[in-house]
């Protein structure tokens, strides 16, 4: 399942590189997600409890980042 997942984040990166760079942002968020799902215990593999919110909060800032610049 997380190859699977990692794929399809890998896909929304090439397209938001190859198509449109809102990809890229919503692929981010997306992610974060995933994380809350990860923290819940509901899907994926067990994660160390510190990493949850360290990566679910560097997911939002980067899909700000992305979209601040793109957007402007």
């Given amino acids: 399942m997380e190859l699977g997942v990692a794929g399809m984040f890998g896909l ?8 449109h760079w809102s990809a890229i942002p919503i692929g981010l968020s997306l992610h974060a997600v995933w994380d809350l799902l990860h923290r819940n215990h509901i899907l994926g593999a ?18 700000l980042f992305f979209t601040i610049i793109y957007a402007t």
């Fill in 12 to 19: 929304a990166a090439l397209t938001g590189l190859l198509f």
């Fill in 46 to 63: 067990a994660v160390p409890r510190w990493y949850i919110p360290l990566c679910l909060v560097f997911d939002l800032a980067a899909a």
